[in-house]
Structures are given as structure tokens and as C-alpha cells.
């Protein structure tokens, strides 16, 4: 999350502008979602002013309305639609295939629904997303309570909602019902810009930023989106506490075979049953010869894997007696949360980190392993997210001091600059490594995860020494045959 705070509400339009105008000279295939209200209007005027000033080329940006009352149409003036068609639409003279509008007026709201998603996809998806945000923290209007999974869908407005929209209509009356992207679809833009003014909305930027991750403020699930833009005005920013929880890394280092590594208890998180010993067997077996104490934890079920002959039960049944199997080769303990945000579009919910947060009271790590939030995988990287949010939990009611260490696999491998930690390993600890993958023969007699983690290792041993160790050319130490890297890191609360 950035955070740009700004004396007032001019600055906050223009500098909300000037990102957009930038974005927009760089990228003139853009597919830009649109929030309504009254925050966006000044930003709204400084494009049309920026677009007459500079005669901008508008002709590849793709609009798209972020949420409609229900019934009414884009020619209903009280209409959101006919709102961003006023300030923005037709200032800027965009063509009439270039607007897309939720289908609010759809005798099946639910098609309607699906219809409009189905729109942003074939468009490539929103690039952009801007968003205001509500006195509840509601965006869009994903009301407080509703899941963070949900698509574009029908709900029904919170009185305050409503009563704070009532000076738009005529009649003072808003309508009871809306359809609105939900949390998922705002999640999927590949960027999101929120605008928020005014010392009434300080409580809710504070609860977003500050507060646990919960359907009850629905803006606190943006933490998780990897491109989101906060712009502030003072008033607004007048209840953050700066600066935010931050996971640090360490120095780089080299623990070679004769030095200990760090840490006593030892939680694993493995986004699928079989993530662990593909991402950090070989540590694993060094900790376990060292004497640590290892639990092993399945953060889904993993009963979506091709098994063609099996039902989703007995996929997941076979998957975690396979990861009880997996855990064995290590002297681990093992647990199979089964987490919701497999089965929600991997999306997270305060129910996946309260899991998260209950075991990790339990069991008191000193160092907790997880898969990157950057890993592509969007199951690898919803779990990733889930423990760091979990971690902060944890770590601010205990007081404990945990170190967390991403890793990489065959699906994401991090980049020269991107790991901080290299752990060498032996031929027995390799076969260890091996016999913990191969535990999961319902994964590798598919596809040879096994003999990818271990060329991966390999091309760690005999190129990290070189590429991020020393240098090219210079003396090199030897690591062996196989090595296994990390992100090492510690929570700053």
C-alpha cells in the first residue's frame, strides 16, 4: 500500500490527476473503472481540463461504471451512470463504445451480473480501479458484512448508506437495492487508486489501515492487492499511526552446513499439501538434524487436483494423508487447516487468518516459513498474505519475535536481488527433501515435482556462489550440490 497524504482537497484531486494523466501517456490502451460520489469530482474536472489543455488521445480507454442503483438506466439523471456521464463522459467526448454500464435495469439482476463480468473480461480486465470509500468502510457498495469473495452481485444498501446518498434524489428517497462490482472483482484491477477527504472519514481510513482484516470494513481486504494507491487529505489522515507494520529483511547470509540455522519451533505454511518439502525440504531436514521442533501445516485441502477418478472428498482425504506422510520424513507435526479461501476464489477472509492466528497462539514459533506474496500461483499468494496478516496479529497481542522466511519453487523462483538467505544442503538431507515430495504420489506420478525441486536446488548450488554471493569472476565458495534460498525477515510493528 502507498500512502500519499495532501493539505486539502485540491491537492487530492490533482494529485489523483496527475497519476492518472501519467498512467494514460503511458498506457493509451487503458480500461479504467469509475467510482461515483462526490470525492471524485474534482478529479473528474482536472482530467477534462487536462484533456481540453493537452488534447489527450482518448480513443483506446475502455470506462467501466463501478456500481448502479437498481432500476434505474444511464438515461435516469439521478442515475450513477448519468453522473459520470456529466462530469466525465461527455466532457471528454468518449464514444459510445467505449462506456460500459452495469446492466441495472436487467429484469435478472443475477445474469446481469454475470454479463457485466463477463464484459470486463473480455476487455482484458480493469486496469485501473478508482474508489472512494464510506463512513462504514464500505466500497463500492460491499456493504459491512459482505464476503470478500463475491463478484458483481445485488445487494441491499445499509440504512446509513442510503441516507447519506438521499440528497441525490429528487424525492430524498435512495433506492433500497444496487448492483456493484464485489471485492473480488475490485481486487482482479491490476491497480486501484482510493480518494478519501474530510475528518468524518478518518475513523473509517484508520479502521481500513490499522484495523483487523474483516468483512466488517470491507476496505481492510485492499491491504492484499499489490498495486493500491491511498490519497489523503490531512483531515482524513488525521487518525493513522505512520509508520505502518513492515516485514524488513535481513542481510544477506550464507548459513553453511556447520553453522545452526536460526530458530527452534518451526511452522511451515504450505498453500497445498504438498508445498513444504518442494520449497524447503532441505532446510527441514537441517533443522530437524539440529534438533528443532517442526510442524507442517496444509493451508487448503487441495482437493481440486486432477484426480479424475476420485471425488473432491476423497481428493482431499488422499492429499492430506499424504502430507501426514510428508510430515513424518521430518519428525513434524502436522495440521490440515482447510482453509475457506481455497473454495472463495482464494480469496481471504477474517475466518482464513483467525485459523491462521489460533495456531499460531498454539503452537509459538520462533520462525514461520511461507510461500511468497509474490508468487503467481494466486493460491501461493493469498496464503502468503494470510500469514502476514496473521503474523501481525499474533506478534502485536504476544510480543514475540518471529522471523519469516519466503521461499520459492518450481512455480516462482525469486529473482538475483529478491533472496537474502542460502541454505546449503547434503545428499542426505537431499534424499530427505526427496522422500517428503515423493510422499505425495497422487502429485508426482502426474508431473515430476521432485526431480524440478531438484534441479532447482541445483542451479541454486552452483550459481548462487557467483551471482549473489561474491561475484563474477571472483573466488567462489563451494555449496555443494544443492542449496535452497529464502526471503528472511522480520515484522516491525
Known sequence: MRILQVADYAQLSQTAATLILNQLLAQPRLNLGLATGQTPSGLYAALVAAQQALGLDLSQVQFFHLDEYRGLSPSDPESMAAFLTRQLLDPLQIAADQRYFVPACSADAQQACRDYEARMAAAGGLDLQILGLGHNGHIAFNEPGTPFHLGTHLIQLHPRTRAANARYFASGQTPAEALTLGCRSILNARSLMMLVTGADKAEAVAAMVHGPLHEDCPASVLRLHPDLTLILDQAAASRLQLPLPRFTPLPLQLIAPDQPLPGQRILVAAPHPDDAAIGCGGALARWQQQGAALHLVAMSSGHRADMPEATAAERGARREAEAAAEARCFGAEFTALKLPFYDQHYIPGSADIQAVVALLRHWQPDCVLSASPQDRHPAHRSSA?????????????????????????????????????????????????????????????????????????????????????????????????????????????
Request: aromatic letters at 12%.
Open 385 to 493: 498474505w494470510i500469514v502476514r496478516e496473521a503474523l501481525q496479529v499474533w506478534q502485536a497481542e504476544s510480543g514475540a519475535q518471529v522471523e519469516l522466511w519466503d521461499y520459492e519453487g518450481p512455480w516462482f523462483v525469486f529473482e538475483r536481488d529478491a533472496f537474502n538467505t542460502v541454505v546449503p544442503f547434503d545428499t542426505a538431507a537431499l534424499a530427505q527433501k526427496m522422500a517428503g515430495i515423493q510422499a505425495h504420489q497422487s502429485q508426482v506420478s502426474r508431473k515430476r515435482y521432485d526431480l524440478a525441486a531438484e534441479a532447482l536446488g541445483t542451479f541454486r548450488a552452483i550459481t548462487v556462489p557467483e551471482s549473489r554471493l561474491s561475484g563474477f569472476g571472483s573466488d567462489q565458495q563451494d555449496l555443494g550440490l544443492q542449496a535452497e534460498v529464502f526471503q528472511r525477515q522480520q515484522l516491525q510493528l
